[in-house]
């Protein structure tokens, strides 16, 4: 066995954790959240975690302690810093041409995608791959590349492609949806090699996909709930790559994000006037007074607020949202949404509110501290989807006591129970609706005003919900359990080997979950 691979299983894993997106360096959604509390729970749990993520102007200008590392074969150079807040090593590609840009990561100010996106990304996964296969020129090499998303999906083909030996793979989806799929002449132009560019690598109807690219050719894929890891395995919720997906299912884990307990935690936000948590919920009163100031709404409403911080988009039923605006109004409810998105949508929830200040307030925009003011106020959270890999935002909501109205689809399936027709105080995190229409929706959230007003239930209901564990723990020892079996594997070795220090540092704590995953 080669001494430096079964060094791997003794001392903990080093990995090179892949993503366009890690808070608060850069963010659109739940995949820049859980790219940074992941890899930052699994190191205080003993591995060796380096993150790497394109050189955005809002990354290089919050990473800490930022050195050259080496010139990259195209121009540009590595860099390599810390994440501000958690201190984790970052390597920023700092590709001036294809990151520096105004805008997000995707998108122009404009909100159209870069012409570019292939170009920028696949950059992005070569040099994952280069540095995984060769190192960082300055000592370091992971045992494991774990990429996310369509963004780095390529990495998992170059490392394939490239032979043993070679750090072991593993690809998480955080959304099928979202494919990365472009024209096979543009990728040819960019020198992708034509195996990658077949049917049996990561052609999809025509087109090449980078997200196929992570899930053709990893070691090993996880998903981010276990309910999306089953549904996917359908043609209802495969989105096109169900295939696929089946004939890989002996290599497909779900594993349940968690949240960033220290950055969503109600006692100690300092976006809040008054701390509270779930004993003493006094604060959470003078958080909705404040906001119902902030944002316009009337203070003396007896009905719940009811509020909405999502992508406004058809994944997260925005149109319905839309649609049952006037019914939820009606029945005594008062609205404060947050989001942005599809600008047909962004500009009809604008024309809603006209006329209905006090009751119903919109703000079309990316808020990152009213995200936290709003989860504060909140008595419900509106959180549909019609179909949800995981869905943080509704976690997000308990941690704050706030009760979330959703669909039981995907990780809402694994992290939310019905409330159901008895005993609210006694069962059930949220209300939830199966059919996926404006009438359904109306009628849980109606459910939900019921509870609100039976305060001792409703008090009873929101204490159990906020101490609901959505902590890292767990899921990050089955990473860590997945980590040491790929690289065992890629290794040659047995995954248990007698005796190593790091293995019976895991087993010491993680307990039961190193055994489940
Ligand atoms: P998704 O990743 O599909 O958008 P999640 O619920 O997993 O869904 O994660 C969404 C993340 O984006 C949460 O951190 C949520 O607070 C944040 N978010 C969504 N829209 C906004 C917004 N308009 N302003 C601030 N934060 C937002
Ligand atoms: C995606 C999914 C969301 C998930 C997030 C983080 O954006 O839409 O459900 O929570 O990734 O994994």
């Given at each position: 066995m080669d001494q430096e691979r079964h060094q791997a299983l003794i001392s903990p894993p080093h990995v090179l954790f892949a993503t366009s997106e890690m808070f608060p360096l850069a963010k659109t959604g739940g995949l820049g959240d859980v790219c940074a509390a992941l890899p930052a729970a699994l190191a205080a749990l003993g591995a060796d975690m380096r993150v790497i993520l394109p050189g955005y102007v809002s990354a290089l200008d919050q990473a800490i302690g930022k050195r050259r590392l080496a010139t990259l074969p195209e121009g540009g150079v590595l860099l390599l810093g810390r994440a501000p807040g958690t201190g984790l090593p970052v390597y920023l590609v700092d590709r001036p041409d294809l990151f520096r840009r105004p805008g997000g990561p995707y998108q122009d100010p404009e909100k159209q995608d870069w012409p570019d996106n292939l170009r920028r990304f696949a950059a992005l996964s070569a040099t994952v791959a280069a540095l995984a296969l060769h190192g960082d020129g300055a000592g370091w090499q992971p045992d494991l590349v774990h990429a996310n998303d369509w963004h780095t999906g390529l990495a998992m083909a170059f490392l394939a492609l490239a032979g043993t030996p070679r750090p072991a793979s593993l690809f998480t989806i955080h959304n099928l949806a979202y494919?990365?799929?472009?024209?096979?002449?543009?990728?040819?132009?960019?020198?992708?090699?034509?195996?990658?560019?077949?049917?049996?690598?990561?052609?999809?109807?025509?087109?090449?996909?980078?997200?196929?690219?992570?899930?053709?050719?990893?070691?090993?894929?996880?998903?981010?709930?276990?309910?999306?890891?089953?549904?996917?395995?359908?043609?209802?919720?495969?989105?096109?790559?169900?295939?696929?997906?089946?004939?890989?299912?002996?290599?497909?884990?779900?594993?349940?994000?968690?949240?960033?307990?220290?950055a969503w935690n109600p006692a100690g936000d300092p976006e809040l006037a008054a701390p509270y948590d779930a004993q003493r919920l006094g604060g959470k009163a003078i958080a909705k007074a404040a906001l119902q100031r902030e944002l316009g709404l009337d203070p003396a409403a007896e009905g719940p607020l009811l509020i909405s911080v999502n992508r406004l988009t058809h994944q997260k039923m925005a149109d319905v949202v839309l649609q049952a605006l006037p019914a939820l109004l009606d029945d005594g409810v008062q609205v404060a949404l947050h989001g942005q998105g599809?600008?047909?949508?962004?500009?009809?929830?604008?024309?809603?509110?006209?006329?209905?200040?006090?009751?119903?307030?919109?703000?079309?925009?990316?808020?990152?501290?009213?995200?936290?003011?709003?989860?504060?106020?909140?008595?419900?959270?509106?959180?549909?989807?019609?179909?949800?890999?995981?869905?943080?935002?509704?976690?997000?909501?308990?941690?704050?006591?706030?009760?979330?109205?959703?669909?039981?689809?995907?990780?809402?399936?694994?992290?939310?129970?019905?409330?159901?027709?008895?005993?609210?105080?006694?069962?059930?995190?949220?209300?939830?609706?199966?059919?996926?229409?404006?009438?359904?929706?109306?009628?849980?959230?109606?459910?939900?005003?019921?509870?609100?007003?039976?305060?001792?239930?409703?008090?009873?209901?929101?204490?159990?919900?906020?101490?609901?564990?959505?902590?890292?723990?767990?899921?990050?020892?089955?990473?860590?359990?997945?980590?040491?079996?790929?690289?065992?594997?890629?290794?040659g070795v047995s995954p248990h080997p007698a005796g190593p220090s790091w293995e019976r540092h895991l087993a010491a704590v993680c307990e039961t979950e190193t055994k489940a995953a």
């Open positions: 494919q990365g799929n472009f024209p096979l002449d543009e990728a040819r132009a960019l020198g992708l090699p034509e195996e990658v560019l077949s049917p049996d690598g990561a052609e999809f109807y025509g087109q090449l996909s980078c997200l196929k690219a992570g899930i053709r050719y990893a070691d090993h894929i996880t998903t981010v709930s276990p309910t999306y890891a089953r549904e996917i395995l359908t043609p209802e919720h495969g989105a096109g790559l169900d295939g696929l997906l089946r004939a890989r299912v002996a290599d497909l884990t779900g594993i349940l994000n968690g949240i960033d307990s220290a599809d600008p047909a949508l962004e500009a009809a929830f604008r024309a809603a509110s006209a006329g209905r200040e006090g009751r119903l307030a919109v703000r079309i925009g990316y808020d990152e501290a009213l995200a936290h003011r709003l989860h504060a106020a909140a008595d419900l959270a509106l959180t549909p989807a019609r179909f949800e890999p995981c869905g943080l935002t509704t976690m997000y909501a308990m941690r704050y006591g706030a009760l979330p109205v959703t669909r039981p689809v995907g990780g809402l399936a694994d992290t939310v129970a019905d409330i159901g027709a008895g005993d609210p105080a006694a069962h059930g995190t949220g209300f939830t609706f199966v059919e996926p229409t404006a009438a359904a929706l109306v009628a849980a959230v109606h459910r939900g005003s019921a509870v609100f007003r039976d305060k001792p239930a409703w008090r009873r209901a929101q204490k159990r919900v906020m101490l609901q564990d959505f902590g890292w723990q767990a899921s990050a020892c089955r990473f860590l359990a997945l980590y040491g079996r790929q690289v065992a594997m890629m290794a």
